[in-house]
């Protein structure tokens, strides 16, 4: 059997660690189907909703889905707008899109 991670990170500190916006981070988890099993939970923090939290695996979840979602038609903007996603959080993720674009040498994400 094995043993199961003891470390959990907050999507903000997910968000950090693998360079992505904290907006897009949460729009991957909002939908526990896109995280193996077990490998993301809810914490109880005192507030009304408590936060979501990853385990080491769940972050190369989150980064895995991430990835393919690039490669898919219409990108990381069709994968908001399938979401039902606010037009202008749209627009604040897919401006970081394209700095992630240009930071690699790529160019800009439409």
Known sequence: MMARSSRIYTINEVAR???????????VTSNS?????????HVHDGTEYGATALTERGIECV????????????????????????????????????????GAGAPPAE
């Open 33 to 41: 189907d896109n995280v193996d099993y077990g490998e993301m939970v």
């Open 17 to 27: 660690l693998i360079g992505e916006t904290v907006e897009l981070v949460e729009e």
């Open 63 to 102: 980064e895995a889905l991430l990835a393919d979602i690039r490669t898919w038609e219409g990108g990381v903007r069709q994968f908001l707008v399938d979401q039902q996603c606010d037009p202008e959080l749209i627009e604040r993720v897919m401006a970081h899109e394209a700095q992630r674009s240009i």
